[in-house]
């Protein structure tokens, strides 16, 4: 026997010709029907008695949600149902539907409302809460486009909801009734006294332009769109839509410029967003770039899933450019009609809570890497292997080559192997000879491979690739190349190598001072003898043999390029009055006049494959990388292994260190509204001094430390751009700020991070007594509410010790976990100093809130989909509607601390 009620709640007003079906698709399903009248004149309230309903007068104020909760508060029954009279609930089995309500750790039930648009337009789905519990404490908010859903998230600390295989179908959009019932009058009303109160409401904004698109007012609706997108922070659940409806926008007005830019920009943050693809190749199109136009569609296509568009459209697109492409010469002008969206002319606001974006977005950069490719088929098979093996987490990655006359498959080969790979036909003139003892360049050669290269800083201009990543096809390139250099945020970067240019010759770099190829540097008159000539050439090249990253005069063979510097002009071309040889540098040279800066880094050196006699040695090269390797789970920090030659920082310039002192580093981006009043708070209990590196925020957070932390001697940097998609270059600046401030001690907080209540008083009697002790390590519990932290096989961080408090030891050379994210907060190789444990707990708030929740699980889902540096199964779990939780018990003493302890 079915325990469970039901009551369903519904709002009305001239419903007459839709409210007998509405009321007749729950027949059997409920035991109660709550109709809200709000000033019918026609035959609705007499339907309403005819069918049983229970039926209210309310005087109708301007406000959906009133009206709603309303409704709420005259239901009787365990669970409420919420329907319109223009909805319908589709046909569902009776026993299905209780064994629903009968789920006890549910609390409610995301629907599907299935809109239909008209015939030419077609329908839209959104989700949105409409079956769940009858509790005073679950009620609607706006007063527009209503929802219950944050109301029940909060009670239930982000968990209790879920989806049912239930569906509404929803015929309100139709033309004919929003002419009936003027439902554009009546929201633009309800909207514009809402924003009289809130002129910069993104959501209210975001409404407005939907109420235009409606009407066909597109010039009207995109005004509203774009004040709604210039207001939001990118975390918002409805922000996808707001920038598909933009999007619409310029496509519906022709404006096909706008239309491209804009499509740019998002997909920097959803590069594999099928619509947007799908947009920018129509755009490109237009403007008759083919290649750019087939790349985008043929994505498009291989991704699969557009919300505007069908697949039949897309494929017809590109059939057209695939023809285009055949038929027309560069000159040829272009006739192409805009594609109209087959599924709804604008994206309709369902309830999109549950899909809450990451703060900002995860952004990932475009990299094109290019090479002109006449190689030998050995060596080719080692640089095209390395490139595989390229970490790309985060990254959208295309290759480009041109196959300069090779007698082998291997380009196409890996073409067929690889994603988004293109071969281009080399141009026949000119042969390339070499042999064991050297490469024979010509100068028809050089100007050969001067002209391929700037092909492909045009084909990454046009298609928007935020870097260029050229590298000559007999490298072998560590898997960490890549990143590691993006990492660096330079225009003009090469990676160094090492090469006996002649066999008799010691192996020399590829970057170089100044001129032809000086490897040490003088004044302009400035005469050296030779013994300080060759003094200066060594320091250069002991400089060049330690792990760092320098400014230089010349560079090539394995650059890294920005956008920037890209569109700065730069190129391989000949400068005609300039009588270097080589077409690098004539880059450099012409870099350098246009304003920009060339640095080489020597963290991750390839191996440079000059000759084929050479393949031997790159094997013991590949051993010894092999044996550096080690796989660090995200709740860990185990050793790292010793990569001296590969990967060792410099160690920090001496400082002079105050004993007993203590200062905070701590990272922060956008915490104003969040946790970083309580953790500064107490912090100023037991610090001495503060770090703040502020990754861009655009919140209030720089003015809030600067004010929490008044008195307290603060040294506070912010970046110009957000760099939270790449972890590691934030936490290696951050630590080079803390260990240049004078203390002695120096503790790493996240901003969500904070001791527990009574450690202030604890902490500086622990460090006073701790002359063997280099650092501390602590349990960290994530806390899921104010009162309870989680406690099951992926959340165990509570059951091991790990580093927060670090002694500022002089000369200690740091070494780090080089991932993109979880690289951890410190140098992994500070375990090999002194180590205690203390019984002080620390507690993580940033899972409480469901929203943080939902932006964290969207983050991970963004910037490591492949559980590359963290599990997979955690990240899952972070949306478990019933996770384990146990109380947090204050604890009121604490001994010293346990020396030497296990971690574990």
Not at 316 to 321: A, H, Q, V
Not at 466 to 482: A, E, K, Q
Not at 819 to 845: D, M
Not at 857 to 867: A, H, N, Q, S
Request: net charge negative; aromatic share 10%.
């Amino acid at each position: 026997m079915n325990m469970s009620t039901v009551s369903l709640c519904m709002i009305v007003k001239n419903e007459a010709d839709c409210l007998p079906a509405s009321l007749k698709s729950v027949q059997g399903l409920v035991n109660e029907m709550i109709v809200v009248d709000t000033g019918s004149n026609d035959r609705t309230p007499d339907i309403a008695l005819a069918w049983g309903a229970k039926v209210i007068p309310f005087a109708w104020t301007g406000d959906f949600s009133a009206a709603r909760n309303f409704s709420l508060e005259n239901a009787s029954s365990d669970w409420i149902l919420v329907l319109d009279a223009d909805e319908e609930l589709q046909t569902v089995n009776v026993d299905s539907f209780f064994e629903l309500l009968n789920n006890r750790q549910v609390e409610g039930y995301f629907l599907t409302i299935k809109s239909y648009l008209g015939p030419s337009l077609g329908e839209s789905e959104d989700q949105a809460v409409r079956l769940f519990r009858n509790k005073p404490e679950y009620r609607f908010e706006g007063a527009i486009h209503e929802q219950v859903t944050p109301a029940i998230l909060r009670r239930k600390g982000g968990t209790g909801l879920t989806s049912a295989n239930l569906t509404v179908h929803h015929s309100g959009y139709l033309k004919d009734r929003l002419k009936l019932k003027n439902k554009f009058a009546r929201n633009c009303e309800i909207i514009q006294n809402e924003l009289l109160k809130d002129s910069g409401n993104p959501f209210l904004l975001y409404c407005l332009g939907l109420e235009y698109y409606q009407q066909n007012s597109i010039a009207a609706g995109l005004n509203h769109m774009t004040k709604a997108l210039a207001n939001m922070t990118g975390r918002e659940g409805y922000f996808e839509d707001v920038l598909l409806n933009v999007a619409l926008g310029y496509l519906q007005l022709s404006d096909v410029v706008s239309l491209r830019s804009f499509a740019n920009k998002v997909l920097i943050m959803y590069p594999d967003h099928a619509d947007f693809l799908f947009l920018r190749g129509t755009a490109h199109f237009l403007f008759r770039n083919h290649p750019a136009a087939r790349l985008d569609l043929e994505r498009c296509l291989q991704i699969g899933t557009l919300r505007l568009f069908t697949h039949e459209q897309a494929k017809s697109l590109l059939t057209n450019i695939l023809q285009a492409s055949m038929d027309s010469h560069p000159f040829a002008e272009t006739s192409y009609e805009f594609p109209l969206p087959a599924k709804n002319n604008c994206i309709m606001y369902g309830d999109n809570y549950p899909k809450e974006r990451q703060e900002q977005t995860a952004m990932k950069h475009r990299v094109l890497i290019a090479s002109p490719v006449k190689q030998n088929e050995k060596i080719l098979s080692e640089f095209l292997a390395s490139l595989t093996q390229l970490k790309t987490t985060n990254l959208e990655v295309h290759f480009a080559f041109i196959d300069d006359q090779n007698d082998h498959q291997l380009l196409s080969q890996f073409a067929q192997d690889q994603p988004k790979v293109r071969i281009y036909p080399g141009n026949l003139n000119g042969d390339y000879l070499r042999d064991e003892t050297t490469h024979h360049w010509r100068e028809d050669l050089i100007w050969k491979v001067a002209c391929y290269k700037d092909h492909f800083i045009k084909l990454a201009l046009d298609e928007m690739f935020d870097y260029l990543f050229l590298v000559d096809s007999d490298l072998w390139l560590n898997p960490n190349t890549l990143v590691h250099l993006l990492s660096l945020n330079k225009d003009i970067v090469s990676e160094v190598f090492w090469t006996r240019w002649n066999p008799d010759l010691i192996p020399l770099p590829q970057v170089w001072i100044r001129d032809q190829y000086t490897l040490y540097s003088s004044g302009r008159d400035e005469s050296l003898t030779e013994e300080e000539t060759n003094l200066r050439t060594q320091d250069f090249m002991q400089m060049l043999s330690r792990p760092g990253t320098y400014k230089v005069g010349g560079l090539g063979a394995c650059t890294l390029i920005s956008r920037h510097a890209l569109e700065q002009g730069v190129s391989f071309q000949e400068i005609y009055n300039l009588g270097l040889t080589g077409e690098d540098r004539h880059f450099c040279i012409r870099a350098a006049a246009l304003g920009l800066e060339l640095f080489a880094d020597t963290h991750y050196p390839p191996f440079h494959i000059y000759r084929e006699s050479e393949l031997e040695k790159l094997q013991n090269y590949k051993e010894t990388l092999a044996e550096l390797q080690q796989v660090i789970s995200l709740n860990e920090i185990p050793p790292l292994p010793s990569q001296q030659k590969l990967s060792q920082l410099n160690s920090h310039p001496q400082v002079h260190v105050e004993k007993g002192k203590i200062t905070l580093a701590m990272l922060v981006r956008n915490e104003s509204d969040r946790y970083l009043e309580r953790v500064l708070k107490q912090a100023t209990e037991y610090i001495d001094q503060a770090v703040i590196l502020d990754d861009a925020s655009v919140d209030n957070t720089v003015h809030l430390c600067r004010e929490l932390l008044r008195g307290i001697p603060l040294t506070l940097h912010s970046n110009h751009k957000p760099m939270f998609h790449n972890e590691i270059f934030l936490r290696k600046q951050l630590w080079e700020m803390a260990l240049s401030s004078n203390s002695e001690w120096i503790v790493i907080l996240d901003a969500d991070e904070l001791f527990e209540e009574n450690a202030p008083s604890h902490l500086r009697e622990l460090l006073k007594y701790s002359q063997d002790v280099d650092y501390y390590s602590f349990r960290l519990y994530d806390l899921w509410t104010e009162t309870h932290y989680r406690d099951d096989s992926l959340w165990q961080a509570h059951h091991w010790y790990r580093p927060f408090i670090v002694r500022n030891v002089q000369g200690f050379q740091a070494k780090w976990r080089e991932t993109p994210q979880h690289c951890g907060r410190f140098p992994v190789n500070i375990i090999e100093l002194r180590s205690a444990a203390s019984p002080l707990r620390i507690k993580h708030l940033g899972w409480i809130r469901p929203q943080d929740r939902l932006a964290k699980y969207y983050r991970y889902k963004e910037l490591d989909p492949e559980g590359t540096y963290g599990k997979l199964e955690q990240y899952q779990s972070i949306l478990d509607p019933a996770p384990n939780l146990i109380p947090w018990e204050k604890v009121d003493f604490f001994p010293p601390y346990e020396k030497n302890h296990e971690q574990n």
